[in-house]
Nanobody, 124 residues
Framework: QVQLVESGGGLVQAGGSLTLSCTAS????????MGWFRQAPGKEREFVAA???????TYGDSVKGRFTISRDNGKNTVFLQMNNLKPEDTAVYYC??????????????????WGQGTQVTVSS
């Protein structure tokens, strides 16, 4: 298990930007891909983006071209740069580590370590 702590959420106007961070306060992210998910009220948890230990990124269709995932392996930290935010991006955002090393996973069931989440609210 790994303890993940997200930060960087907040309230922003449509068209604005935010950067989320996720740091492993204990445990490791070495050799693991890492993922970001989001969940809006009344909706299922949705895949946002994932990044391999070295290289390789994949994005959900709704955020392609607007969001960028990156990581600093030396600091056990993953980032999500969110640009051109829309009201429909409003959700609690979670970072997560999957059960298996190396592979990028897009389904929530493949992840067994989750942060507490950080709220992102985009006003119109």
């Amino acid at each position: 298990q790994v303890q993940l702590v997200e930060s960087g959420g907040g309230l922003v106007q449509a068209g604005g930007s935010l950067t989320l961070s996720c740091t492993a306060s204990s445990g490791t992210t070495s050799n693991y891909a890492m993922g970001w998910f989001r969940q809006a009220p009344g909706k299922e948890r949705e895949f946002v983006a994932a990044i391999r230990w070295i290289g390789g990124r994949t994005y959900g269709d709704s955020v392609k071209g607007r969001f960028t995932i990156s990581r600093d392996n030396g600091k056990n930290t993953v980032f999500l740069q969110m640009n051109n935010l829309k009201p429909e991006d409003t959700a609690v955002y979670y970072c997560a580590r999957p059960r298996r090393t190396f592979f990028i996973e897009t389904m929530p069931a493949a992840y067994d370590s989750w942060g507490q989440g950080t709220q992102v609210t985009v006003s119109s």
